[in-house]
C-alpha cells in the first residue's frame, strides 16, 4: 500500500461525513421554517415548542455525531499514517 493512502481514506471520510452531517441538517431546517409556519398560523404553543425541541435536539446530536465521527476518523487515519 502506498503512503498517502491512509489521507486518500481519511478525506474520503471527512467527505462522506460532512455530507451526512448536511443530510441529517436538512430536516431541521425544514423544522425550523414549519414552526415559524405553525406560529403565524396561530397552532397551539404546545405543538410548536415540541417541534423546537425536537429541531433543537436533532441538531444537537448531528453536531455531536458529527465531531465524534472527524475525530475517531483523524485518530484512524494518524495511527494508520504512523504505522507505514
Known sequence: ?????PLYEFLIKVFTGTLMFVIIAIPTV??????????SMEVSMVIVNGLDVVMY????????LFIVFM???SYIAFR????R
Do not use: E, H, Q
Not at 425544514?30 to 406560529?39: A, C, D, I, P, V
Not at 435536539?57 to 455531536?64: E, N, S, Y
Not at 494508520?80 to 504505522?83: A, N, Q, S, V
Open 1 to 5: 500500500m502506498k503512503w498517502w493512502w
Open 30 to 39: 425544514g423544522l425550523s421554517y414549519l414552526t415559524k409556519y405553525l406560529r
Open 57 to 64: 435536539l436533532l441538531f444537537a446530536a448531528d453536531i455531536v
Open 71 to 73: 475525530v475517531r476518523s
Open 80 to 83: 494508520r499514517m504512523c504505522d
